[in-house]
């Protein structure tokens, strides 16, 4: 589910919410989103973000680590997003000494656009 997915969709999906915080992942986009009284938590990618608004044949990663933090405590829920970068070069590097037979699709997705 996306951040832009409907809100009926959700509810019909989630069914009856009994929680005050829910959480999803798999498609590499870090959101937060309230569902009625619920807040849904997508924490992102930790090693391949990337924009699902892009064309898709100039696909580009992102070169940073997505993550979430929870923190609950005096009946307060606390959610922060959080982004580190790492390094691209070095990431595209491992990519072609891997022998990996996707390699240079994989590479092109890490290089800068241009």
């Known amino acids: 589910m996306f951040p832009t997915t409907p809100e009926d969709e959700y509810r019909e999906r989630l069914g009856e919410v009994r929680n005050d915080l829910l959480a999803g992942g798999h498609i590499?986009?870090?959101?937060?989103?309230?569902?009625?009284?619920?807040q849904f938590v997508n924490p992102g990618s930790v090693g391949l973000g990337y924009d699902h608004?892009?064309?898709e044949a100039d696909l580009r990663f992102d070169p940073w680590a997505s993550?979430?933090?929870v923190t609950t405590g005096a009946g307060k829920l606390r959610i922060e997003l959080r982004r580190m970068p790492f390094d691209a070069e070095a990431v595209i590097r491992s990519i072609v000494e891997s022998g990996n037979p996707g390699a240079d699709e994989l590479v092109r997705g890490w290089s800068p656009r241009g």
């Open 53 to 55: 608004e892009q064309n």
């Open 67 to 69: 993550y979430a933090i």
């Open 28 to 38: 590499h986009l870090p959101y937060v989103r309230r569902i009625g009284a619920a």
